[in-house]
């Protein structure tokens, strides 16, 4: 028999099916030349109703005016002591982000008092989004939709952010195989991770090929299968389908442009970490003048203005200082050791483990997962 749930929950769960509908959606009126800020709106809104659940536990309230505190901080801070193009947008990466904790709040409750409940919800969410990002990729093959580089390389449908997308490829897609493997036979779980394995090529980042692939291999070998049946496809894997699959994948990266792009950049790196991080060290290089030269004050409270250089860690601190690092990463490192300790006992925590280590991984190298609009709200479920 289930049991009631709170209607606010009720209203997240719904709102969580339409996530990247509204993402693409957004994307679709700014290729014709429309800004209408809608999927910031949306998540504001999913925002507020959480914030509402979270703030309604006397538990928390301490807590919530101490982040409170913080941002008035802030807010002063970058209004009269640094100079900032704009103050909102110096705080809108905390807004990209601040969903996850309280998202992971609401959800992790209505675990606990509906726990049924909450994996078909999950489940349901997954599938829905997984669909829109096929069909974005798809549309993109076909022409339909924006490229994932100027060059007119990648698809990537009418999502904006390429670099966002991978992160929902690692998670998302991680999780629906994941899913697959539990419920469906050996031959249509391989089947739907090619299938998926092809369009994470065709977005055109190292991050989505790379992170997908490791997600498979993971999960082929984790799996709750005979541990003959495990070995079969295991040596499957590395008799037959990695060989395919680098071969096609080289086909394809080099058929629609990309091979020649990573060429471009191998040639322009001095060395291999500065061609893997697509001279992301560089920004750095860049940026961290002003950094350096802004005193205590500014170690510890940053420089805000929305800076980045496509790696997480640089950009929480240049930002948001030491207190940002320590804000951010309190709750990436609780996330990760709560999953640690229920994949002891329970299976669906092992690979929300995985992915939640590869994703701070690739967030550290790559960037685009701590502050990834698209993304957090996923983190959270």
Known sequence: MFRSINPNIKIVCNLFYFLLLVDTINGLFLSLGISIPISVCYKLIIIAITLKLYISSSHNVIKAYLVLLYFV?????????????????????????????????????????????????????????????????????????YTSYGEGLGNKGFFYAANEVSGLIILLFGMQIFFLRLVSNTKRFLFGS?????????????????????????????????????????????????????????????????????????????????????????????????????????????LGNNRTVEMDPFDVFLNYGGIGIAFVYTFWFFMIRQAYCYSKYNIIAKIVLFIDIELLLFSSLTGHIIFSGMLNPFIAL
Do not use: H
Request: with cysteine.
């Open 73 to 145: 901080i802030l807010i002063l801070y970058f209004a009269i002591y640094v100079e900032v193009d704009s103050v909102f947008d110096s705080l809108s990466l905390y807004i990209r982000f601040i969903i996850a904790p309280l998202g992971l709040w609401v959800f992790s409750r209505l675990s606990l008092s509906a726990p049924q409940q909450a994996l078909e919800y999950s489940r349901r969410i997954i599938i829905y989004n997984v669909i829109i990002i096929c069909v974005n990729i798809v549309l993109s093959l076909v022409g339909i939709g």
């Open 194 to 302: 090619l299938f998926f394995l092809i369009l994470s090529i065709s977005l055109g980042t190292k991050t989505a090929m790379g992170g997908y692939f490791l997600v498979f291999i993971y999960i082929s070998y984790t799996s709750t299968i005979s541990k003959r049946s495990r070995k079969g496809i295991m040596f499957l894997g590395l008799a037959l389908l990695i060989p395919a699959i680098i071969y096609s994948g080289y086909y394809y990266v080099e058929r629609i442009g990309l091979l020649e792009r990573w060429r471009f950049f191998y040639e322009r790196s001095d060395d291999i970490i500065s061609f893997m991080l697509s001279g992301r060290d560089l920004f750095w290089a860049e940026e961290k003048g002003d950094f350096l030269s802004s005193g205590n004050i500014g170690y510890i409270l940053g």
